[in-house]
């Protein structure tokens, strides 16, 4: 089992950045695939980006060009990078960790972009 557990979040500007990361326990993190995604209030919690064991990465298309999955096996991390930020991204953000039907998910952490 994985415990995660996020940070990073809070305000900023249109067209700023922002950095979420999010640290894993338990063991053998580097099996699993990793993820971020975002849920508003009364809708469905949906994709930002993947990124498997491998190394291969996913990305929503409202995530592309704009967003950078990476994962640091080592340090048991998953960070995504958010440039040029838009009002739309302004979410709850969750770290996702998978494999085989086992999913473990973060406490979210809020985004807010402001114009």
């Known amino acids: 089992q994985v415990q995660l557990v996020e940070s990073g979040g809070g305000l900023a500007q249109v067209g700023g950045s922002l950095r979420l990361s999010c640290l894993a326990s338990?063991?053998?993190?580097?099996?699993?695939?990793m993820g971020w995604y975002r849920q508003a209030p009364g809708k469905q919690r949906e994709l930002v980006a993947t990124?498997?064991?491998?190394?291969?990465?996913n990305y929503a298309d409202s995530a592309k060009g704009r967003f950078t999955i990476s994962r640091d096996n080592a340090k048991k991390s998953v960070d995504l990078q958010m440039n040029s930020l838009k009002p739309e991204d302004t979410d709850v953000y969750y770290c996702?960790?998978?494999?085989?039907?086992?999913?473990?998910w973060g406490q979210g952490t809020q985004v807010t972009v402001s114009s």
């Open positions: 996702y960790a998978g494999r085989l039907g086992y999913s473990s």
């Open positions: 338990g063991s053998q993190f580097r099996i699993y695939t």
């Open positions: 990124i498997t064991s491998g190394g291969t990465t």
